[in-house]
């Protein structure tokens, strides 16, 4: 009942316009000939989870030297190989038997019970404009059930007691992201580009046998005794969050989650799996420690940890460190190569127990950036140029705004003392500086970047005007006395023009730093 290898289940629209109910390997075959504009009813949230997992089957399904499955029925068959056909059904009467990411269950649990898609996945939030649990989506329609399935099983984040987070994540509460490089931002084109990726990483363990690849083929009660290490672990395997099962109740698909006691992956795992979409930072070093027979052993904290979404969200700074910074490790899938023009970065902000927004960006990156002199070349440009931005906000900027107005309210004009403190609504201003300078800066730094030289002085003399810019326009923002705005301002301005030349980079501004006209 409502099987994926038989059943047109997924709604596509093509390369035209035309619409089609597709079934998984039909879906597949379209993807390897880039005839796939969109899966009508996937969400933006739930994307790059699809895409994942349709990856990593097509990793599991292609045997080492051989081409990637091409038609529908050569799908059809590899996927059968990967696994008995039940395991590719929504539904599965006999609970014993697994289904679709549904692991079988052989004991009693206590069941909740959801009858729409969007119950089993979106989290609580706290945006206004965030994804609602229970908006009312068609939940006759088994693609929605599909795709709702798919990301909570391969990206959840810590929901509370009794549900736990995928282990392909940093922490509980941060959620699965993706950043990296393809060739194009089209379904087919990505999703032919990462199988063959991935492939080789594959075809070198081909030979382990034993191992799991489809984590909800095998019973799972969710206690801590059932967490699988990684020697079970097939390369590219795909995880589960959570005991869910599907049913049929007056002729609709419903959900029923059973909480676990513990992850489906032993928790000690968290962030250090490998994930192909998503980059690696390596940690500060800890001492090794003797086991239970004299042994040093490496603590697990000192394996390299995913990349978890920041306050820095998708930032210039924050894509400067990944691409160019120490300290990551870095897959195939984050290495430029002449024909990857594209950097692709998705994740949804992770909260305890809610989300704080979904946040992508899509960057076009030039040719160059694919040879290794070009990818060097760009990347000491873009240090080099990030650096300085992070100097003139931080060291100029914050301080001509503090300066400016603590100065400017005192009661003798007087500089302020060491550890003086803004006002609430102040600091809040200052907050919005900051924000408003990263932003001015990060919609020109990669159009500059990309036609930049060696030379940092048009930089330097952009962001200068940028940041006085911004810094005017919070003055103006700020609340403060009529009588002090004047005064307020001038100090502000006097302080921006005395540390920006204290950074001693280039001169820049009049010859002497202006002298401020203060009313008393």
């Known amino acids: 009942m409502f099987d994926l290898l038989t059943d047109p289940l997924l709604r596509v629209q093509d390369r035209a316009g035309a619409k089609h109910r597709l079934s998984l390997p039909e879906a597949l075959h379209r993807l390897m000939v880039d005839d796939v504009d969109q899966f009508l009813g996937l969400e933006a949230f739930q994307a790059s989870a699809w895409h994942s997992f349709l990856v990593q089957l097509g990793v599991l399904c292609t045997r080492p030297g051989r081409a990637v499955p091409y038609s529908a029925s050569a799908w059809k068959t590899q996927l059968l190989r990967l696994a008995p056909a039940v395991v590719w059904r929504l539904v599965a ?61 391969t990206c959840a984040s810590h929901g509370g007691v009794g549900r736990y987070a995928v282990n392909r994540i940093a922490t509980s509460s941060s959620a699965r992201a993706t950043l990296c490089i393809a060739p194009s931002l089209r379904p087919g084109a990505r999703f032919l580009h990462d199988v063959e990726a991935l492939i080789p990483d594959s075809a070198q363990d081909a030979t382990l046998q034993g191992l799991h690849a489809l984590l909800w083929l095998l019973p799972w009660e969710g206690g801590k005794e059932d967490g699988l290490k990684l020697g079970d672990l097939a390369p590219h395997f795909i995880e589960i969050a959570a005991r869910i099962r599907l049913h049929v109740q007056d002729g609709a698909l419903r959900a029923r989650i059973a909480g676990v006691d513990a992850s489906r992956i032993d928790w000690s795992l968290r962030g250090t799996l490998v994930d192909p979409w998503c980059p690696r930072r390596v940690p500060k070093k800890k001492p090794a420690k003797p086991d239970d027979s004299g042994q040093a052993t490496v603590p697990i904290a000192n394996s390299p940890r995913l990349y978890s979404l920041d306050s820095r969200r998708f930032s210039y700074a924050m894509i400067v460190d990944v691409l160019w910074g120490a300290g ?64 003139i906000e931080k060291e100029v900027l914050v301080r001509a705004f503090r300066n400016g107005v603590l100065q400017g309210v005192s009661p003798d004009l007087e500089p302020p003392a060491k550890g003086a403190k803004l006002s609430s609504a102040a600091e809040d201003q200052l907050v919005a500086l900051r924000i408003a300078f990263t932003a001015a800066v990060d919609a020109i730094f990669f159009p500059r970047l990309w036609a930049a030289t060696d030379d940092l002085h048009p930089w330097f003399d952009e962001l200068s005007t940028l940041g006085l810019r911004c810094l005017r326009e919070a003055i103006q923002k700020t609340l403060l006395p009529v009588s002090r705005r004047q005064a307020v301002s001038a100090f502000a301005e006097r302080s921006w023009w005395r540390n920006l030349r204290a950074l001693n980079v280039f001169p820049t501004g009049p010859a002497d730093v202006p002298a401020a006209t203060v009313p008393r």
């Open 93 to 153: 009467d006999d609970l014993t038997q697994p289904a679709f990411l549904q692991p079988p269950v052989f004991t009693e649990a206590d069941w909740k019970e959801f009858p729409a898609p969007d119950d089993i996945d979106v989290l609580v939030t706290s945006r206004n404009w965030d994804p609602k649990k229970s908006r009312g989506l068609d939940a006759t329609e088994p693609d929605l059930w599909v795709y709702a399935l798919v990301h909570r099983q």
């Open 328 to 391: 990551w490790v870095r897959g195939p899938l984050q290495q430029p190569t002449l024909s990857t023009r594209w950097l692709v970065c998705r994740s949804i902000a992770g909260d305890q127990g809610k989300t704080n927004g979904f946040y992508s960006r899509d960057l076009l990156l030039p040719a160059e950036l694919g040879t290794a002199q070009g990818y060097d070349a760009f990347g000491q440009r873009a240090k080099a140029r990030a650096e300085l931005a992070g100097m």
